[in-house]
């Protein structure tokens, strides 16, 4: 059971290049999230999913887009990067909506120079 | 504005000591909160959790008390060990049908052996 997988791990893009982090977690979990970290600001949310074909903006939407065509995968888009959007992002998953104990990724580090 | 505040960013304990880490929020329609632990290169680890019908919830040596009229919460670790060291996020959940978290910007812990 490999719980939430995110890769890349790091990754360093030029300012306006698009990537997508990938997310994946096999516990048949409903409720997906996307996270950054930022320094002294704790973990904000982009995006989320209630389920396959079910997505809603977060707290900090802006330059990102996601899909949820699978219940498996999340992935997030960065449409054309800005060293703004240098941060630590998370994925995380939950199974329903009373459990509330989200299972997080390890992250991935990214970096717009 | 930041509806979930943790105010001090760190705190150093001595091994076998209380260390009590403090929340606290804005939102009047938060009605569950968790506590998050993180390690360096991890994700967040889910510790512990409260409804706001409660005041206090105990988990072994983990224990999280609920000031509703303070709109406060705190964590309490006793008794404190150097594996305890890390960042700890109080986060939040309003009622509503989107249960999202809102994290707080996190402790950083570190217990002295």
């Known amino acids: 059971n490999a719980g939430v997988t995110q890769t890349p791990k790091f990754q360093v893009l030029k300012t306006g290049q698009s990537m997508t982090l990938q997310c994946a977690q096999d516990m048949n979990h409903e409720y997906m999230s996307w996270y950054r970290q930022d320094p002294g600001m704790g973990l904000r949310l982009i995006h989320y999913?209630?389920?396959?074909?079910?997505?809603d903006q977060g707290e900090v939407p802006n330059g990102y887009n996601v899909s949820r065509s699978t219940t498996e995968d999340f992935p997030l888009r960065l449409l054309s990067a800005a060293p703004s959007q240098t941060s630590v992002y998370f994925c995380?998953?939950?199974?329903?909506?009373?459990?509330?104990?989200?299972?997080f990724g390890s992250g991935t580090r990214l970096t717009v120079v | 504005d930041q509806q979930v505040k943790q105010n001090s960013p760190s705190l150093s304990v001595q091994e076998g000591r209380i260390s009590i880490l403090n929340c606290d929020y804005t939102n009047s329609m938060f009605d569950y909160f968790l506590w998050y632990k993180k390690y360096p290169a991890e994700g967040p680890t889910f510790l512990i959790s409260i409804s706001s019908i409660k005041d206090k919830n105990e988990d072994g040596r983990f224990t999280v008390f609920l000031n509703k009229s303070a709109k406060h919460l705190s964590l309490h670790i006793v008794p404190s060990q150097p594996g305890d060291s890390a960042v700890y996020f109080c986060?939040?959940?309003?009622?509503?049908?989107?249960?999202?978290?809102?994290f707080g910007s996190g402790t950083q812990l570190t217990v002295l052996p």
């Open positions: 986060a939040a959940l309003s009622s509503g049908s989107a249960r999202q978290l809102t």
């Open positions: 995380a998953s939950r199974k329903d909506p009373t459990n509330y104990g989200y299972t």
């Open positions: 999913s209630v389920g396959a074909g079910i997505t």
